[in-house]
């Protein structure tokens, strides 16, 4: 289908987005990478008056250092983000994870930002950067301000970022010398994961001295599998080890039921991934 009509604004900073937000409100919709917004309009199940396009703030864009974390634009590619040095030294589990969403074309148009921001629970960025303990920076009329992961996802499809502000940055704290893998499970290529898992850990000695564990697709918003990093922390890198502590990345979690698959099904699933999800990581 093609899209209703729109009027369009490309602001070049963010004050200038911020403004054309406060001024036409209920009536827009911000486009970042178009790869969410631009399938609801076509199929019109959204037909904002106005479109403000983010393309044009290049301050949105790249990777930059900041001491104790990196900090990633918003409106960094998915493509750029998964081939970023600052991203694969300290951030590997977020590289893994961007280098494996849908396909090369969304890669080279979709953001970094756009993806978190629209908060689809079966996304693959939301449960790296909850495992990696991620901050939101957001821009408002009031200046800006910094949300921890843990309050970011609020629910389906809902984040902290309200109707007059804008996702601008991601600051990430360094993981570097971390180990990670992202295992996801797909029925067709490229497709939403049914159920995936991001595993980071950190390992000395032959033990495991840090664990951060995200499931993708295990409820309404992204999952810390908390059960399964307390498992693992202090123990040797056995087999055992991990298996065990697999069999609890269930827990606490309420996976949704659908055509690819019921509840019960992903509960399964996410023991079986998360158990190679951390044998790979460990080089397994």
């Known amino acids: ?32 990478g178009g790869q969410s917004l631009l399938p609801v309009l076509r199929m019109r199940l959204n037909a904002p008056e106005w479109v403000i396009d983010l393309g044009r703030i290049d301050s949105l864009k790249g990777v930059r ?38 396909d090369e074309q969304v890669r080279h148009r979709g953001t970094f930002g756009g993806a978190l921001a629209h908060a689809d629970p079966a996304g693959d960025l939301g449960a790296p950067a909850l495992a990696l303990d991620a901050e939101f920076v957001i821009a408002g009329p009031a200046g800006e301000r910094v949300v921890p992961g843990a309050e970011f996802f609020q ?27 992202y295992e996801k499970f797909v029925r067709v290529a490229h497709q939403w994961p049914i159920c995936a898992v991001g595993a980071t850990l950190k390992v000395s000695g032959g033990v495991i001295e840090g664990a951060a564990i995200g499931l993708t697709n295990m409820g309404s918003t992204p999952l810390r599998a908390a059960g399964v990093e307390q498992a693992l922390v202090g123990q040797h890198a056995t087999e055992e080890v991990v298996r065990s502590a697999a069999a609890l990345a269930a827990d606490g979690a309420d996976p949704p039921s659908d055509l690819n698959g019921d509840a019960d099904y992903r509960r399964h699933l996410v023991t079986v991934l998360t158990r190679r999800a951390i044998t790979k990581a460990l080089g397994g």
């Open 1 to 32: 289908m093609i899209p209703a009509s729109f009027d369009y604004v490309a602001p070049t900073t963010v004050e200038e987005a911020l403004a054309a937000l406060a001024q036409y409100g209920d009536e827009a919709k911000i486009i970042a």
């Open 65 to 102: 250092d900041e001491g104790d974390s990196i900090l990633v634009g918003a409106m960094t590619r998915h493509c750029d983000v998964a081939t970023d040095p600052l991203v694969a030294e300290h951030a590997a589990l977020v590289a893994r994870a961007t280098a494996t969403v849908a």
């Open 155 to 181: 629910g389906l499809f809902e984040t902290a970022v309200s109707e007059d502000e804008l996702l601008i940055g991601v600051r990430i704290p360094k993981h570097t010398g971390w180990t990670a893998h």
